[in-house]
């Protein structure tokens, strides 16, 4: 092994990275940690020295998931449009990190990092929901109905399930369908 392969300026970082495009190309258990060290141009066990196990990597990109995703959501400044938009968009320019957030047998959900972002994007999403509760209605039901319809969206969206996929405007599309289903626009 070369030198460089034992000196790394940002392990953490690059086997992250390396996870990533794994999970971009191979779905989020489709790769070995001894892929991901090949990938990242480190030893063999630096990976497993890092983060433990796959289930570790898996959580480190969840927590980090969440919290580009929590970012992404803050970003539509409580507009519930806009952040339902904005999760689809998320979903769409990170796939990678969306195919591991919402699968919680994949990671540790009880890690503080991954649990602490994930609750901050939940928080923005109870929060743009509630401006969506018709009359008061129950706020968790009108958080589950957004959150399905946004998540479902996002999932038909990337599987190309939807004509609209291959050559629609994905925010255009998805904002549409979000106000429809709760404006009841037509």
Known sequence: MSQSSYHHGNL?????DA????????????WSLRELARRAGVSHAAPAHHFGDKTGVLTAVAAE???LFADSLERAEGDPYGAGVAYVRFAVDHRAYFEVMFRPELYRMDDPEAAAARDRAGAVLAASARKLAPGGGSERVTTLAAWSVAHGFA????????????EGNVEEVARS???????GDG
């Open 12 to 16: 953490r970082r690059a086997v992250l």
């Open 65 to 67: 998931g969440f919290a």
């Open 19 to 30: 996870a990533l495009e794994a999970i971009g190309e191979s779905g989020p258990s489709g």
């Open 177 to 183: 369908v979000l106000e429809l289903v709760f404006r």
């Open 155 to 166: 999932a038909l969206w990337l599987n190309g399930a939807l004509p609209e996929s291959a």
